[in-house]
Antibody, heavy 116, light 106 residues
Framework: QVQLVQSGAEVKKPGASVKVSCKASGYIFTNFGISWVRQAPGQGLEWMGWISAYNGNTKYAQKFQGRVTVTTDTSTSTAYMELRGLRSDDTAVYYC?????????WGQGTLVTVSS | EMVMTQSPATLSVSPGERATLSCRASQSVGSSLAWYQQKPGQAPRLLIYGASTRATGIPARFSGGGSGTEFTLTISSLQSEDFAVYYCQQYNNWPLFGGGTKVEIK
């Protein structure tokens, strides 16, 4: 069965960077894209960016351009999301999702807390 | 700039009743519309894609309709496990979610 397993919770100080991993299994990794979606406490869902696991092409939401980088390691079927210049309003649960345009499988989420 | 608007923000429904949720796009997205269900402390779950196709394992009481700019999600007879927050998402252009509708017990 398709599974996306993410790395554990992180606590970071303002200005720091965080890198979240997402290990895929149960399907051919390079056949699908991966997107990253975040959810601030008590808020809705926000798409951040996408990567083709086939050729590494990326697309980012304008809001995060220059601050986020999404990568993959096809040898381990793992996707990564790095967010730099963290602020308190980046405190959120970050999800990786298998991307068919719509998102048919979700990781369990990684809570990133930004606090001084 | 594309905007996705869901209404109502909160829907109070008794178990066994029918619930109809709305999602409006500020410009046409064709049939590139998905619906998700999210329960507290859980990741969202895909319910509907292509505006009206149920995802694998989704009960028949969930149905989606509409095209262009107006979409609906109907739950024909609410079960206890259906009380949750529902989000629509367009994928005609880059992904964008609506603000969500909370379905609560009346």
């Amino acid at each position: 069965q398709v599974q996306l397993v993410q790395s554990g919770a992180e606590v970071k100080k303002p200005g720091a960077s965080v890198k979240v991993s997402c290990k895929a299994s149960g399907y051919i990794f390079t056949n699908f894209g991966i997107s990253w979606v975040r959810q601030a406490p008590g808020q809705g869902l926000e798409w951040m960016g996408w990567i083709s696991a086939y050729n590494g092409n990326t697309k980012y939401a304008q809001k995060f351009q220059g601050r986020v980088t999404v990568t993959t390691d096809t040898s381990t079927s793992t996707a990564y999301m790095e967010l730099r210049g963290l602020r308190s309003d980046d405190t959120a649960v970050y999800y990786c999702v298998r991307d068919l345009g719509y998102f048919d499988h979700w990781g369990q989420g990684t809570l990133v807390t930004v606090s001084s | 700039e594309m905007v996705m608007t869901q209404s109502p923000a909160t829907l109070s429904v008794s178990p066994g009743e029918r619930a109809t949720l709305s999602c409006r796009a500020s410009q046409s997205v064709g049939s590139s519309l998905a619906w998700y269900q999210q329960k507290p402390g859980q990741a969202p779950r895909l319910l509907i894609y292509g505006a009206s196709t149920r995802a694998t394992g989704i009960p028949a009481r969930f149905s989606g309709g509409g095209s262009g700019t107006e979409f609906t999600l109907t739950i024909s007879s609410l079960q206890s496990e259906d009380f949750a927050v529902y989000y629509c998402q367009q994928y005609n252009n880059w992904p964008l979610f609506g603000g969500g509708t909370k379905v609560e017990i009346k």
